[in-house]
């Protein structure tokens, strides 16, 4: 019952028989000698805790359980698609500006894309300016013999890690609404996860505080608890001692008074 509930957290009632009746969120999985065996099904999308028979939902709201239930449900899929939204960012940011530019024969750079795909899984380089970086649009003029030694555009790529928005994103229609950059974005990211991480660390140790003190307080009640025992051992070790002490000053007054008379 106590790993059991370090797992799932759990409702446990005695039975008059002397077997238990144990629930996890409303739902029996335990009755005397009847066990409703668990496991993980995927509905809709998220992972859920299954008792069988009936495939009835058993709803994990704490223990181990539901923390990794929470990190497949929510958090993973959340921090996933914030890093896809920042891989396709930095794909946008980069390939708009190399499209303002010209490679060194004067090509146009918004047909020879840097970044294809798309999320943080799909994100690649362009094969072709892999095989060949001259195809690279660094510069910001279309005139060949200038292009071939202008690196205006490439400057301007290089400036793009510490800009305050992605090219193209600020227009009269939109003034206000700036999209921030990859770097920026990821900084945030990793930010956030740093603060969920720590805000979590301090409710464990919140929990684990009041844990320790429910567990102190059942052995107190259905175990043995050491300290107490220990406690009690040396009190009546005191007593006995106490209660030598005066029966060895009876018998010495005793032993006085039959001397005199």
């Known amino acids: 019952?106590?790993?059991?509930?370090?797992l799932a957290g759990v409702d446990v009632r005695?039975?008059?028989?002397?077997?238990?009746?144990?629930?996890?969120?409303?739902?029996?999985v335990v009755q005397g000698t009847t066990?409703?065996?668990?496991?993980?099904?995927?509905?809709?999308?998220?992972?859920?805790?299954?008792a069988t028979p009936g495939s009835v939902p058993v709803p994990v709201a704490s223990g181990s359980m539901a923390g990794l239930l929470s990190a497949v449900n929510r958090y993973i899929p959340q921090y996933q698609g914030q890093l896809n939204a920042v891989a396709n960012d930095l794909r946008t940011a980069v390939n708009t500006q190399l499209a303002a530019g010209y490679t060194a024969t004067g090509a146009s750079g918004a047909t020879l894309p840097l970044f294809?795909?798309?999320?943080?899984?799909?994100?690649?380089?362009?094969?072709?300016?892999?095989?060949?970086?001259s195809l690279l649009a660094a510069s910001n003029v279309a005139t060949p013999k200038t292009a071939a030694n202008n690196g205006a555009?490439?400057?301007?790529?290089?400036?793009?890690?510490?800009?305050?928005?992605?090219?193209?994103?600020?227009?009269?229609a939109t003034p206000a609404k700036p999209?921030?950059?990859?770097?920026?974005?990821?900084?945030?990211?990793?930010?956030n996860i740093g603060a969920e991480t720590q805000s979590v660390n301090n409710q464990l140790q919140a929990q684990t505080s009041v844990a320790s003190q429910a567990?102190?307080?059942?052995q107190s009640v259905s175990g043995v608890n050491i300290d107490q025992e220990l406690t009690n051992l040396l009190s009546y070790q005191q007593n006995y001692?106490?209660?030598?002490?005066?029966?060895?000053?009876?018998?010495?007054t005793v032993q006085s008074l039959l001397q005199a008379v």
């Open 35 to 50: 066990v409703s065996p668990l496991s993980l099904r995927t509905t809709a999308g998220s992972a859920v805790v299954v």
């Open 14 to 28: 005695t039975q008059a028989d002397g077997t238990a009746m144990i629930a996890i969120g409303g739902v029996t």
């Open 116 to 133: 294809t795909g798309t999320g943080a899984a799909g994100l690649g380089v362009n094969p072709a300016v892999v095989a060949d970086p």
């Open 1 to 6: 019952v106590s790993t059991l509930s370090q």
């Open 241 to 252: 001692q106490a209660s030598a002490k005066l029966l060895s000053t009876v018998d010495a």
């Open 179 to 191: 999209k921030s950059m990859p770097d920026a974005a990821y900084q945030t990211m990793v930010q």
């Open 153 to 172: 555009n490439a400057q301007s790529m290089a400036e793009l890690a510490t800009a305050q928005t992605v090219p193209g994103t600020v227009t009269p």
């Open 215 to 218: 567990q102190q307080a059942l």
